[in-house]
């Protein structure tokens, strides 16, 4: 039986690779993280996303409660299992009139994990429409093997290494909105993308990225966080909590991390 998701959910989730929307957080809620986002951002003069990367619940009180929120956390189990970790959790921004976008892609190319049964819960902290560059999803394209990446940077793509699939109809696409505090869920090879915001608007989400316990790196060891369940195969090293904001243990912890999770 499942927690949260009918089964109609579950096999919406198996047969195309990724469900919406869901709630995690109410509007309310939403909008406090963003305030405390942006307020950070104040401090630092730019984009909180150019100087956390990867384990931003690490560094924040507010992500890493969204990141075990119940909601979130019973979906997940729905479709993983009651033993799950958080290996990574990124905050993606786009300013009002952004040119910026993320590129198809595929986690599963560059996650180095096995087998692939990543989950990512994207969670709208604004809202996130086709107008402000919202998430967009290609049905069914989790079915198959990894696709074919190229890696070109200098444009505006978001990701680090300017990771594509070439090929791709664009217009196959799904957009995944959402209002502040619902959530979408893809699988680690469903291909995913974002276009510009055109709008007036920010748009602001947090991505957070399950795997069951029994999921292993392929690469280098690493670690994650426990969120919920027991760990009984010991693959990854555990992840400090923060005691606070910015708490200098867990932010270098994060740094530190950025080198084993060199395509992130």
Known sequence: MTKTLSQQEVQQFRSEGYLLPKRAINEAEAADCLR????YEAQLGHEAQNHVRFKFHLVFNWALNIARNDAILDAVEDLIGPDILLFA???????????????????????ELAPTEEITAW?????????????????KS?????????????????????????GIDDNLGVDAELSPGEFSLHHERTAHS?????SNRRRVGLSLFYIPT??????????ALLVRGEDRYGNWDPDPLPRYDLDPVTFNHMKKCLGTYVHA
Request: neutral net charge; proline residues 5%; charged residues 25%.
């Open 36 to 39: 405390q986002l942006e307020a």
């Open 89 to 111: 959790g990124s905050i993606w921004t786009k300013d009002a009139q952004d040119p910026r976008f993320v590129a198809w892609h595929q986690d599963s190319a560059y996650f």
């Open 123 to 139: 969670v709208a902290i604004t809202d996130s429409r086709p107008d402000n560059g919202c998430l967009r999803l290609l049905p």
């Open 142 to 166: 989790h079915l198959g093997d990894d696709m074919s990446h190229i890696e070109r940077k200098g444009d505006d793509n978001l990701l680090v290494f300017g990771q594509r699939i070439q």
């Open 194 to 198: 974002s276009r510009p915001n055109m």
């Open 214 to 223: 029994s999921v292993r790196s392929t690469s280098v060891r690493r670690s």
